[in-house]
């Protein structure tokens, strides 16, 4: 504060005939007392009324807030020695913040015997008021990096972008990468890692004939009702179910502490704690600050790295105008200091079992590209916040473990418009003999973050889930074409059943034929009256799902490929037809059928090899030559490992159930005690 009364002009801290080194001194003392003082008992009434708005525009407000807070205290200032002009308090205000920051960024992370014993004395008494009895026990943290697959990681710690991680994977990790299902994306892996059940997902968005709903994983009531199927088919609340905390995810796991979650966003009262993560987060106003600042800088950043893509007409390229700057900041500033931070408290609180999302770089590379300087940016800031959580588990109150987990990776090309020049909706109504529109209608994009923000704006303003929160389509003859990154669903929804390949060729006798011999589509899944399910190629490719292999139309597409249409087309809801996109194994791209040159949610390259880094200590994944398939394989994995650590708290399921069988598993004591499939499920 002196420092700054000394350079700004209108900002002074002495009378006006001046004032000895120690009136003004005490001044200066007085006027930061009472700012700190007004900062610490007005911040957090102001963040709280203004509950979630720091996400979005009060990015603004913190420093006019900060700014009038300054102008209050000194004029609490003993004979009017303190005055500063509006504009300097805003300046002043916001560098004090800052340097208080800075300051306690430091702290946390100084390894420092006396505050080590600060930081153990405060979490032995959070976990004395949360009833916790086993502080020798070790916790598990599970950090999932959205969409970052094996090879990006082992390519990021090779190259010196995440120190960290390469540590990690030289000394004291193991690393095993998994197979995902066909559905390739955060809804189906998230929901199988926290709930154990993937059943009936078959895409990021799908539409359901039997109830008319338009289902899309990232709408707060699609979460709240693909979380309600996987208790009451498993049984089990969820992994978290056990003084768990879920952080930054589209479910809760069974958690009691979640912050950003979507399955409860839509809850109303004092039930919702989803936002106290944010308030939790910003009631401390060096914290608001700094991601205040971060926030438009990213907003800066993107808006130069997409100039400069144009500039240098670097391809492939998408459109990422209008709100998608905002929309990136949110993901890779506002929800990443919000989860890391909260994942630290948790940490300090000794909490069993923590799992959190960071969507960072998923939601630049579905802009970007999987593989470019934007993404290894955003990696190289993953690093340092894993870093940190790493070393604030140091002054834990019980040892932890922290597993590092990725949900899907992306696959890298340009989308399916742009190669060929038309949308698949436009080739599915030219194929139907449907008139096409002149100008192509501009696909949604899937990515997590989008929704996330807007539910954030809705929360803030306490408003409903929005008008699009369940929608349901109009049924006609015309097809609903639904894109989920390279995979999409077409439905017809004037019936109430799957159609057969037979009524579709007499609907419309060229539209197959047309899909399955366009270069830009791998194959077609589409149910036959006499063979069963079959899947169809280019040249008249048809094999029945019954004798399909890892060959034929699937060559290329991976191993597992067959197996993983097998079990989607088992789903109740899978659609009338399914289209997945072209892959060349040589280059790794796909054809996304939405505006996406990073994408995910069906087969092909990089997209389907998510990858598990834990601690050597915990059990391998799998056995010596065997493979992690599934995300529901994941979840059992995990499972055991609470086990490991914790012993007969963590509820057991039963892990010799196969995919897609629909009976329920058992239910422990334990479970039923913290609330089972009741708690934190936002059923």
């Given at each position: 504060?002196?420092?700054?009364?000394?350079a700004?002009?209108?900002?002074?801290?002495?009378?006006?005939?001046?004032?000895?080194?120690?009136?003004?001194a005490?001044?200066?003392?007085?006027?930061?007392?009472?700012?700190?003082?007004?900062?610490?008992?007005?911040?957090?009434?102001?963040?709280?009324?203004?509950?979630?708005?720091?996400?979005?525009?009060?990015?603004?407000?913190?420093?006019?807030?900060?700014?009038?807070?300054?102008?209050?205290?000194?004029?609490?200032?003993?004979?009017?020695?303190?005055?500063?002009g509006?504009?300097?308090?805003?300046?002043?205000a916001?560098?004090?913040?800052?340097?208080?920051?800075?300051?306690?960024?430091?702290?946390?992370?100084?390894?420092?015997?006396?505050?080590?014993?600060?930081?153990?004395?405060?979490?032995?008494?959070?976990?004395?008021?949360?009833?916790?009895?086993?502080?020798?026990?070790?916790?598990?943290?599970?950090?999932?990096?959205?969409?970052?697959?094996?090879?990006?990681?082992?390519?990021?710690?090779?190259?010196?972008?995440?120190?960290?991680?390469?540590?990690?994977?030289?000394?004291?990790?193991?690393?095993?990468?998994?197979?995902?299902?066909?559905?390739?994306?955060?809804?189906?892996?998230?929901?199988?890692?926290?709930?154990?059940?993937?059943?009936?997902?078959?895409?990021?968005?799908?539409?359901?004939?039997?109830t008319?709903?338009?289902?899309?994983?990232?709408?707060?009531?699609?979460?709240?009702?693909?979380?309600?199927r996987?208790?009451?088919?498993?049984?089990?609340?969820?992994?978290?179910?056990?003084?768990?905390?879920?952080?930054?995810?589209?479910?809760?796991?069974?958690?009691?502490?979640?912050?950003?979650?979507?399955?409860?966003?839509?809850?109303?009262?004092?039930?919702?704690?989803?936002?106290?993560?944010?308030?939790?987060?910003?009631?401390?106003?060096?914290?608001?600050?700094?991601?205040?600042?971060?926030?438009f800088?990213?907003?800066?950043?993107?808006?130069?790295?997409?100039?400069?893509?144009?500039?240098?007409?670097?391809?492939?390229?998408?459109?990422?105008?209008?709100?998608?700057?905002?929309?990136?900041?949110?993901?890779?500033?506002?929800?990443?200091?919000?989860?890391?931070?909260?994942?630290?408290?948790?940490?300090?609180?000794?909490?069993?079992?923590?799992?959190?999302?960071?969507?960072?770089?998923?939601?630049?590379?579905?802009?970007?590209?999987?593989?470019?300087?934007?993404?290894?940016?955003?990696?190289?800031?993953?690093?340092?916040?894993?870093?940190?959580?790493?070393?604030?588990?140091?002054?834990?109150?019980?040892?932890?473990?922290?597993?590092?987990?990725?949900?899907?990776?992306?696959s890298?090309?340009?989308?399916f418009?742009?190669?060929?020049?038309?949308?698949?909706?436009?080739?599915?109504?030219?194929?139907?003999?449907?008139p096409?529109?002149?100008?192509?209608?501009?696909?949604?994009?899937?990515?997590?973050?989008?929704?996330?923000?807007?539910?954030?704006?809705?929360?803030?303003?306490?408003?409903?889930?929005?008008?699009?929160?369940?929608?349901?389509?109009?049924?006609?003859?015309?097809?609903?074409?639904?894109?989920?990154?390279?995979?999409?669903?077409?439905?017809?929804?004037?019936?109430?059943?799957?159609?057969?390949?037979?009524q579709?060729?007499?609907?419309?006798?060229?539209?197959?034929?047309?899909?399955?011999?366009?270069?830009?589509?791998?194959?077609?899944?589409?149910?036959?009256?006499?063979?069963?399910?079959?899947?169809?190629?280019?040249?008249?490719?048809?094999?029945?799902?019954?004798?399909?292999?890892?060959?034929?139309?699937?060559?290329?597409?991976?191993?597992?490929?067959?197996?993983?249409?097998?079990?989607?087309?088992?789903?109740?809801?899978?659609?009338?037809?399914?289209?997945?996109?072209?892959?060349?194994?040589?280059?790794?791209?796909?054809?996304?059928?939405?505006?996406?040159?990073?994408?995910?949610?069906?087969?092909?390259?990089?997209?389907?090899?998510?990858f598990?880094?834990?601690?050597?200590?915990?059990?391998?994944?799998?056995?010596?030559?065997?493979?992690?398939v599934?995300?529901?394989?994941?979840?059992?994995?995990?499972?055991?490992?609470?086990?490991?650590?914790?012993?007969?708290?963590?509820?057991?399921?039963?892990?010799?159930?196969?995919?897609?069988e629909?009976?329920?598993?058992?239910?422990?004591?334990?479970?039923?005690?913290?609330?089972?499939?009741?708690?934190?499920?936002?059923?």
């Amino acid at each position: 504060m002196l420092a700054l009364a000394g350079a700004l002009p209108d900002f002074r801290l002495q009378a006006a005939d001046g004032d000895s080194i120690t009136r003004t001194a005490l001044t200066a003392a007085w006027g930061a007392g009472a700012f700190g003082l007004l900062t610490a008992l007005v911040w957090p009434l102001v963040v709280r009324a203004l509950l979630l708005v720091p996400a979005l525009v009060l990015g603004l407000l913190v420093f006019f807030l900060n700014g009038s807070l300054l102008l209050v205290a000194l004029r609490l200032i003993p004979d009017g020695r303190g005055d500063v002009g509006p504009e300097t308090a805003v300046v002043v205000a916001a560098v004090m913040s800052a340097v208080a920051s800075a300051t306690s960024t430091a702290l946390a992370v100084r390894d420092d015997n006396a505050y080590r014993r600060r930081l153990s004395r405060l979490a032995t008494r959070r976990r004395r008021r949360q009833g916790a009895d086993c502080d020798d026990c070790p916790g598990l943290v599970f950090v999932q990096l959205d969409g970052v697959g094996h090879e990006v990681l082992l390519r990021a710690a090779k190259d010196g972008l995440m120190p960290t991680v390469a540590e990690w994977i030289a000394t004291s990790h193991r690393l095993t990468p998994w197979r995902t299902d066909w559905s390739s994306q955060t809804g189906a892996s998230q929901l199988g890692i926290l709930h154990g059940s993937t059943f009936d997902v078959p895409a990021f968005r799908w539409y359901e004939k039997d109830t008319g709903r338009l289902m899309v994983s990232n709408r707060p009531a699609s979460a709240v009702e693909l979380q309600r199927r996987a208790v009451e088919r498993t049984g089990d609340g969820g992994l978290l179910a056990v003084d768990g905390a879920s952080r930054g995810n589209l479910f809760s796991g069974g958690a009691e502490q979640v912050a950003l979650v979507l399955s409860v966003a839509a809850r109303r009262g004092r039930a919702n704690r989803s936002r106290a993560g944010y308030f939790a987060y910003f009631s401390d106003p060096a914290n608001a600050v700094r991601t205040a600042v971060s926030f438009f800088a990213e907003v800066v950043r993107e808006v130069a790295q997409s100039l400069r893509a144009r500039l240098r007409d670097e391809g492939p390229r998408v459109r990422r105008g209008g709100l998608y700057p905002f929309i990136r900041a949110f993901a890779t500033v506002v929800e990443r200091d919000v989860v890391v931070a909260a994942v630290m408290g948790d940490m300090l609180a000794g909490r069993t079992a923590v799992y959190a999302d960071l969507v960072a770089y998923d939601e630049v590379a579905h802009h970007s590209g999987p593989h470019g300087r934007d993404t290894a940016q955003v990696l190289e800031r993953l690093d340092r916040s894993l870093a940190l959580m790493a070393k604030v588990a140091e002054h834990a109150p019980r040892p932890y473990r922290i597993v590092l987990l990725s949900d899907h990776g992306q696959s890298p090309g340009e989308t399916f418009e742009s190669a060929y020049g038309l949308t698949l909706k436009d080739l599915v109504r030219a194929g139907c003999g449907l008139p096409v529109p002149r100008r192509a209608e501009r696909s949604k994009s899937g990515a997590e973050a989008r929704e996330a923000a807007r539910t954030a704006l809705r929360n803030a303003l306490h408003r409903g889930p929005g008008k699009g929160a369940e929608e349901r389509p109009d049924p006609g003859a015309d097809p609903l074409v639904l894109a989920s990154g390279n995979l999409a669903l077409i439905s017809f929804g004037d019936t109430s059943e799957r159609l057969s390949r037979e009524q579709i060729d007499a609907r419309h006798p060229a539209l197959l034929s047309t899909l399955a011999n366009h270069p830009g589509v791998g194959f077609l899944l589409v149910r036959s009256e006499e063979h069963g399910s079959v899947v169809l190629g280019a040249a008249g490719q048809e094999v029945p799902v019954a004798e399909l292999s890892d060959d034929g139309p699937l060559a290329g597409f991976g191993k597992g490929a067959a197996d993983a249409v097998r079990r989607t087309d088992s789903f109740p809801h899978v659609a009338d037809v399914m289209v997945n996109s072209m892959y060349d194994p040589e280059t790794g791209r796909v054809h996304a059928f939405e505006e996406q040159i990073g994408s995910h949610g069906g087969l092909g390259g990089e997209q389907s090899q998510p990858f598990v880094l834990a601690p050597v200590e915990l059990s391998p994944p799998v056995d010596d030559g065997a493979e992690l398939v599934g995300a529901e394989g994941v979840h059992r994995v995990f499972r055991r490992w609470l086990r490991e650590c914790a012993g007969r708290q963590i509820p057991v399921q039963d892990t010799t159930q196969e995919q897609g069988e629909p009976a329920a598993r058992g239910v422990t004591d334990a479970t039923d005690a913290t609330g089972g499939a009741d708690s934190g499920t936002g059923a």
